[in-house]
């Protein structure tokens, strides 16, 4: 009787234990899920700031370009459309970094980039001060990318 006791007491023990076990390993499942779920969405962000302000630099570039050579004016009010339709693509990633990444050193840099790529509008006094804004425009791209990158190593360490 008093093993039979001792074996009941045993299993239910060893049901406990086994589901305490199952519950934490859940917990922990859940909590790298939701971290890969974050950080999936901080690169899509970063990403996708990149592409957007890289889609309206070039768009500044072609309708400065298009002004400075002498192009139709229609032909120049068809690039400014599409450069504010690029300008104003890039509200959503940059909404969306903002809400995603925290980071002080990724937000500027998120700024220095949208900044010196806004900056090229005022670049279209002649083809060398448009180049340079460029070229402005692009080193703080590149800034952007590296100090993101750095982040998101950091994070995922």
Do not use: N
């Not at 700031?49 to 009010?77: F, Q, Y």
């Not at 890039?90 to 220095?112: C, F, I, N, S």
């Not at 010196?116 to 060398?128: E, F, K, N, Q, V």
């Amino acid at each position: 009787m008093l093993a039979t006791v001792l074996a009941i007491a045993g299993t239910l023990l060893g049901s406990i234990v086994t589901g305490l076990f199952q519950h934490a390993s859940a917990g922990r499942t859940e909590k790298t899920a939701r971290r890969e779920q974050h950080r999936a969405a901080q690169l899509e962000a970063i990403t996708a700031l990149a592409v957007a302000i890289s889609d309206h630099r070039t768009a500044m570039w072609v309708r400065g370009d298009a002004r400075l050579k002498g192009d139709p004016e229609d032909r120049v009010r068809e690039l400014q459309t599409r450069s504010h339709a690029t300008r104003s693509a890039v509200t959503r990633p940059l909404v969306a970094l903002r809400l995603h990444v925290t980071d002080q050193a990724v937000r500027e840099a998120a700024d220095a980039m949208v900044g010196a790529t806004y900056a090229m509008r005022d670049a279209y006094t002649s083809t060398d001060d448009l180049t340079r804004a460029r070229a402005a425009a692009l080193a703080a791209h590149d800034r952007f990318v590296d100090v993101s990158a750095q982040y998101l190593q950091i994070q995922s360490a």
